[in-house]
């Protein structure tokens, strides 16, 4: 059974670290591990535009996330959906993604990314999104073919 919308907000309240999929231009994917907030639905992180992932993201900005525990029984959530590069609050978003992975990280951090050009938050309004616990049984389920589909 995926998991519950409250579920679903607690799991990603916590700092984890999150894996965003690209395309490249050749159409051959790539990963890249992220720091993220999660608010009203929607995922925020940050990347520069002259980088490989925003330049991905730039030429196609179809994304996947990926979200999971380390430890047994694990628990994960994969999001689908459309990035996007927020035009306003450049600045507060970064400090909340900083800031979600300790205060002292955030101080050391923020300085140096605002003072990047080409440093720009993404949005992304998932279209989809899949969750686990394999705690639950779910592993059970997935192998029934059931759908982990996560109404949000």
């Known amino acids: 059974m995926p998991l519950s919308k409250s579920e679903l907000k607690r799991f990603l309240a ?5 894996h965003i999929a690209t395309t490249s231009v050749h159409g051959k994917p790539r990963v890249n591990p992220i720091w993220y907030a999660y608010e009203d639905g929607c995922f925020y992180f940050t990347t ?27 628990k994960a959530v994969c999001v689908f ?5 927020l035009n306003e609050g450049r600045d507060h978003w970064l400090m909340k993604i900083a800031s979600r992975y ?14 990047q050009p080409d440093r720009v938050v993404i949005l992304v309004k998932p279209t989809r999104i899949l969750s686990w616990h394999y705690g639950r049984g779910d592993d059970k389920r997935q192998n029934k073919g059931e759908s982990m589909t996560t109404v949000t």
């Open 81 to 85: 959906g459309t990035a996007h590069v």
């Open 48 to 74: 520069r535009m002259g980088r490989i992932k925003g330049r991905h993201i730039n030429k196609n900005p179809n994304v996947a996330l990926s979200i999971a525990t380390e430890k047994h029984p694990y």
């Open 14 to 18: 916590e700092p984890r670290i999150a």
């Open 102 to 115: 300790g205060k002292k990280e955030a101080k050391k951090w923020f300085p140096e990314v605002i003072a």
